[in-house]
């Protein structure tokens, strides 16, 4: 039975591919062993986009989330994940994923058995998504649906049409509020208090909508067209930060409405310095990034000998 999930519409189920073959040659105990790997990756995959954790099959994972953008991030990231996992002695495991939404405004346990209806139909490295999870998607997310590739099933008895997401970098409009469910406020250091994260751009200020980041020679940008950044080090993340004190998912950028949002999630904390030299200390929070400044993952940037991750903020060129 799964649990009460008020508020949250949403939901995605995955299955890892690959464990049967596995398992031929190797045996079902290392088989078991390489699939909880790449659900550990999936469960991060989860955890970074606010989705709630459901009881799952062995090799499945089902997860609950408050928006359909949200849930599609997250099977994205998923994907990406576990496809960066090495060979199991030349094997190579995979997921599939389906979306789904609840009609009403929480989820209820048809709601998942449609879904897991629905992925056998699913191929490995595949996003299934039914009309339900489409009307709920913002208008940037529809625009990552692959339009010629769509389909119609029957499971339970019931004809479901099908749409595919392409995996990729996916575009999602931020004019429906964040994609994630705000943390907890704040702990931060006395000395300094961080901007408050805005809902919208104030009235006829420019949208800055370009954030430049630079770490150990390596640049990467986050616009309206990449809303999310994943810093840790873990080599999954998008920024892979090499340093002992960083937590393996440590932290993560958000686009919003044209501002960018930093958001701790990791052990020891996050560390941002704006141009002026004022240093604040996230602690599972987040805050709206200044135009220019410097983030240690899990140490200050001000620390003699440490190399931390520089960005720049603007207008799109």
């Keep these: 039975m799964m649990r009460d999930a008020v508020g949250e519409t949403s939901v995605l189920v995955a299955e890892v591919t690959g464990a049967a073959p596995l398992a031929e040659k190797l045996g079902a ?58 060979p199991v002695s030349g094997i190579n495991l995979a997921v599939r994923v389906v979306l789904h939404a609840g009609a009403g405004a929480k989820l209820n346990p048809a709601d998942t058995d449609m879904a897991l209806g629905l992925l056998p139909f699913a191929a490995a490295g595949q996003i299934l998504v039914s009309n339900d999870a489409v009307s709920h998607f913002s208008e940037g997310m529809r625009a990552n649906l692959n339009t010629s590739a769509q389909m119609s ?34 702990s931060i250091m006395p000395s300094s208090r961080p901007r408050p994260v805005p809902s919208a751009a104030p009235e006829g200020e420019v949208a800055r909508t370009r954030l430049l980041l630079r770490y150990h020679g390596a640049s990467m940008l986050v616009s309206e067209h990449k809303p999310v950044l994943l810093a ?86």
């Design 29 to 86: 105990a290392e088989a078991a062993r390489a699939v909880d790997r790449a659900l550990a990756r999936a469960e991060r995959s989860i955890q970074a986009y606010a989705g709630s954790l459901l009881p799952a099959e062995p090799g499945h994972m089902i997860a609950s989330f408050p928006r359909s953008d949200s849930a599609a991030l997250a099977a994205n990231d998923m994907i990406k994940r576990i496809s960066q996992l090495p």
């Design 153 to 186: 099933v029957t499971t339970g008895g019931l004809e479901m049409p099908l749409q595919e997401l392409q995996p990729g970098n996916l575009q999602a409009l931020s004019s429906l509020g964040p994609l994630t469910v705000p943390p907890p406020q704040p």
């Design 232 to 317: 840790g080090r873990e080599e999954a993340n998008d920024l892979v930060v090499t340093d002992r004190r960083a937590s393996r998912q440590h932290a993560r950028i958000e686009w919003r409405h044209g501002h960018f949002v930093l958001i701790d999630s990791s052990t020891n904390g996050t560390y941002l310095v704006d141009e002026h030299g004022v240093e604040v200390l996230l602690k599972r929070g987040e805050c709206e990034l200044p135009p220019h400044g410097r983030i240690g993952f899990g140490y200050s940037p001000l620390e003699a000998g440490c190399e931390p991750m520089v960005f720049d903020i603007g207008e799109r060129q």
